[in-house]
């Protein structure tokens, strides 16, 4: 079994900032992709960011230089620092990995239970 957790949502005023973390643990032999996704009331969910396991890095065009994503493959853990932040922010958040599980010999897909980014202007 494979979990992730998330950490880090909140209630923040717009032009503030906040760190978001996900932790992957269990059964694990390898992590692959990591990212962060976002879903606000009403509409589908959206890739925020995602980053390989060697760094490479992808962002949504719109959230490019306010959020920052980065990771620490010893503790399989994913980051979202997220900088001016705008209502338009507000929305779950949800970490996604590719993981390897131990004794597979291929990757799946894993999410975390998502966490509440609430931005008031």
């Known amino acids: 079994q494979v979990q992730l957790v998330e950490s880090g949502g909140g209630l923040v005023q717009a032009g503030g900032s906040l760190r978001l973390s996900c932790a992957a643990s269990?059964?694990?032999?390898?992590?692959?992709?990591?990212?962060?996704?976002?879903?606000?009331?009403?509409?589908?969910?959206?890739?925020?960011?995602?980053?390989?396991?060697?760094?490479?890095?992808?962002?949504?065009?719109?959230?490019?230089?306010?959020?920052t994503i980065s990771r620490d493959n010893a503790k399989n853990t994913v980051y979202l620092q997220m900088n001016s932040l705008k209502s338009d922010?507000?929305?779950?958040?949800?970490?996604?990995?590719?993981?390897?599980?131990?004794?597979?010999?291929?990757?799946?897909?894993y999410w975390g239970q998502g966490t509440q980014v609430t931005v008031s202007s």
Do not use: H
Request: net charge positive; hydrophobic share 30%; proline share 3%.
């Open 89 to 109: 922010d507000t929305a779950v958040y949800y970490c996604n990995a590719r993981v390897r599980p131990r004794f597979e010999y291929r990757e799946y897909d």
């Open 26 to 67: 269990g059964s694990i032999f390898s992590v692959n992709a990591m990212g962060w996704y976002r879903q606000a009331p009403g509409k589908q969910r959206e890739l925020v960011a995602r980053i390989l396991s060697g760094g490479s890095t992808n962002y949504a065009d719109s959230l490019k230089g306010r959020f």
